[in-house]
Nanobody, 115 residues
């Protein structure tokens, strides 16, 4: 089993920044993918950004140029730097990890962008 602990959500004004982090622990053999999804009220969960074990990132079109995903393999941590936040970025953000063929989810952290 793998446990994920997220941190970094909160309330921020439009144009502001937040940094999310997620650390995986437990029985880890090989983490292939680490990413962030988000789910706004009444909407489906969507992939925001992901990064492979080799460090190749991908982003949703809506966050390109504003968000940056990174990972530190040595401590199984993934970060999401979110800049120029907009009200439409408001959602619960979930960390996702694929360890070998197993999917794991964090508990979610609320990000609210409002003036």
């Amino acid at each position: 089993q793998v446990q994920l602990v997220e941190s970094g959500g909160g309330l921020v004004q439009p144009g502001g920044s937040l940094r999310l982090s997620c650390t995986a622990s437990g029985s880890i053999f090989s983490i292939n993918f680490m990413g962030w999804y988000r789910q706004a009220p009444g909407k489906q969960r969507e992939l925001v950004a992901g990064i492979t074990g080799g460090g190749s990132p991908n982003y949703a079109d809506s966050v390109k140029g504003r968000f940056t995903i990174s990972r530190v393999n040595a401590n199984n941590t993934v970060y999401l730097q979110m800049n120029d936040l907009k009200p439409e970025d408001t959602a619960v953000y979930y960390c996702n990890v694929i360890e070998v063929i197993n999917y794991y989810w964090g508990q979610g952290t609320q990000v609210t962008v409002s003036s």
